[in-house]
């Protein structure tokens, strides 16, 4: 029997630059979120970090 390679599920950025951080969220959202990243020709992650980033400028404090 061939021996198989382990599977890993999209692109895995260099050890030490990115870590994952999971969290859940309505289906409709997750898929607005990624229908919006194709339209800018990102991943979901890349546009999630930029509105992060956005949001977390505006409000250093974390309060709205």
Not at 12 to 18: A, N, Q, R, S, T
Not at 24 to 42: C, E, F, G, T, Y
Request: charged share 40%; glycine share 4%; net charge positive.
């Amino acid at each position: 029997m061939a021996e198989r390679k382990p599977t890993t599920r999209g692109r895995k950025p260099p050890e030490g630059e990115k870590r994952q951080f999971l969290t859940s969220m309505d289906p409709d959202v997750i898929r607005r979120i990624k229908a919006a990243a194709a339209l800018r020709d990102k991943t979901a992650s890349a546009l999630l970090e930029e509105i992060s980033r956005d949001w977390l400028e505006r409000y250093p404090d974390g309060k709205k």
